[in-house]
T-cell receptor, first 114, second 110 residues
Framework: EAGVVQSPRYKIIEKKQPVAFWCNPISGHNTLYWYRQNLGQGPELLIRYENEEAVDDSQLPKDRFSAERLKGVDSTLKIQPAELGDSAVYLC????????????FGAGTRLSVL | AQRVTQPEKLLSVFKGAPVELKCNYSYSGSPELFWYVQYSRQRLQLLLRHISRESIKGFTADLNKGETSFHLKKPFAQEEDSAMYYCALIHMNRDDKIIFGKGTRLHILP
């Protein structure tokens, strides 16, 4: 079992450029989460999917961030255009469902915006 | 507002000494609380959850609703316990938020 797979592991871009992150959750996990973790902080939820439905995207900055989870499996998080303050680690997690089950985290994507 | 507070950014403890990582929460409903841990160069992983009422790697945590706390404890620290520890409040209501604390770095001194 590979666990939650994220790619890329690292990304360096210049400000105003677009960037995308990809996540493959554990097979059979219906709930998928995207978090942002700034340096010295805990993970902050950006969006939560139940299958292909975004059930909580209240923390997602919708002017520049977008996400999709086509077919209720893989998910992509996009930032366009990126700003300096977007530098952070972006974590993906999955769980069997949203009933408080254990979340399994990916290794994360470290984004540096120059 | 829902909030999770971990008052210590860094906690240094000698090997063999007791450990207590503090977590306080603010939530009006019935919370589900977790401790997640991140060892060096590893991904974030669940350590324990309050509904399981189990001991993992010698750690226990009791939910105290009166004090709104969920402190993590271990009677005798081991060097391999050095890691970042995050307290998290997760509620099963779809309208509620999932909140992590800022984390406490536990450093076990030899």
């Amino acid at each position: 079992e590979a666990g939650v797979v994220q790619s890329p592991r690292y990304k360096i871009i210049e400000k105003k450029q677009p960037v995308a992150f990809w996540c493959n959750p554990i097979s059979g996990h219906n709930t998928l989460y995207w978090y942002r973790q700034n340096l010295g902080q805990g993970p902050e939820l950006l969006i939560r999917y139940e299958n292909e439905e975004a059930v909580d995207d209240s923390q997602l900055p919708k002017d520049r961030f977008s996400a999709e989870r086509l077919k209720g499996v893989d998910s992509t998080l996009k930032i366009q255009p990126a700003e300096l303050g977007d530098s952070a680690v972006y974590l993906c997690a999955s769980s069997l469902d949203d009933r408080g089950n254990i979340q399994y985290f990916g290794a994360g994507t470290r984004l540096s915006v120059l | 507002a829902q909030r999770v507070t971990q008052p210590e950014k860094l906690l240094s403890v000698f090997k063999g000494a007791p450990v207590e990582l503090k977590c306080n929460y603010s939530y009006s409903g019935s919370p589900e609380l977790f401790w997640y841990v991140q060892y060096s160069r590893q991904r974030l992983q669940l350590l324990l959850r309050h509904i399981s009422r189990e001991s993992i790697k010698g750690f226990t945590a009791d939910l105290n609703k009166g004090e709104t706390s969920f402190h993590l404890k271990k009677p005798f620290a081991q060097e391999e316990d050095s890691a970042m520890y995050y307290c998290a409040l997760i509620h099963m209501n779809r309208d509620d938020k999932i909140i992590f604390g800022k984390g406490t770095r536990l450093h076990i001194l030899p």
